[in-house]
């Protein structure tokens, strides 16, 4: 059976009704011809039936690499996903980020050779999360500024980010302030160079866990190509209970340690020692 174009990542952990909008976006790509790894850092059975009964009903290609619930283990359960792929480019993004119809076709027409892509997310409100639904999803209105607007979104510049099409997209994709880093919610890159790197460092929970493996690529020499303004997924609103200051304390001294030695390779990755 030939390989798909991409592996689609996406991390999670006990959000299952959120991670059913995210399928739908998956299900409503112009490009369909990519496989899905779900990354589960320990969710409870729910999301384990809500990913078979998915399986069942779609036409997509999805695993589901799990392991035991301790603690926040996101890098972990993302080295386990990154194993079980079968295509050399990996998009990465996380169970909480609804994806825009041509998301995954973006990511493909961006990729390049010695680079990684670097996209945003549009955060939305409590409210608007709860009211997008598959007809939503599936006729992009939860993509539409008039449409958020109208259930509550407040004016600002960020709406650029879904109101912004070809020269638009490509000029401020330039001019942004933001830098281009490794974020979870929506980057990608070339299995060989992830791999190369060793992977996400394990030690790290939450803080900054993704763009440490963005800071190795950059120390070997890859570069990053910013999709802030074209490559959209909107953030569902949750709460953050399991951030502590001690996580984010660890993984800065990580993350010192990364640019000070110019490491491009981590011993604490996929492969151990």
Request: with cysteine; glycine share 6%; aromatic share 10%.
């Amino acid at each position: 059976m030939k390989s798909p174009k991409a592996s689609l990542i996406i991390s999670t952990y006990n959000q299952p009704k959120w991670l059913e909008k995210v399928l739908w976006s998956c299900e409503n790509q112009t490009e369909l011809d990519f496989e899905i790894i779900i990354a589960d850092d320990g969710s409870k059975d729910d999301t384990k039936k809500l990913v078979e009964a998915f399986k069942k009903e779609s036409k997509l290609r999805i695993k589901h690499v799990w392991h035991q619930d301790n603690g926040f283990q996101k890098t972990i359960i993302l080295n386990k996903a990154i194993v079980q792929t079968n295509t050399d480019y990996l998009v990465f993004t996380d169970g909480d980020c609804v994806l825009r119809n041509d998301f995954i076709a973006t990511h493909l027409k961006h990729r390049e050779e010695g680079c990684f892509l670097s996209g945003g997310y549009f955060k939305l409100t409590s409210h608007i999360s709860t009211l997008i639904t598959k007809e939503t999803i599936k006729n992009q209105k939860c993509f539409d500024i008039n449409w958020l607007k109208e259930n509550g979104l407040k004016s600002s510049f960020k709406n650029n980010k879904l109101t912004s099409k070809g020269l638009k997209a490509k000029i401020l994709n330039i001019l942004t302030p933001t830098k281009a880093t490794w974020n979870g919610h929506n980057s990608s890159g070339w299995k060989t160079d992830i791999l190369e790197a060793n992977g996400f460092d394990e030690r790290m929970q939450y803080g900054g866990e993704d763009r440490e493996l963005g800071e190795r690529l950059f120390n070997k020499g890859i570069t990053a190509k910013q999709l802030r303004y074209s490559a959209i997924c909107v953030h569902l609103y949750h709460e953050r209970g399991y951030v502590k200051p001690e996580m984010i304390e660890k993984n800065r001294a990580i993350r010192e340690v990364t640019k000070k030695e110019k490491l491009i390779r981590t011993a604490f990755g996929i492969k151990k020692g």
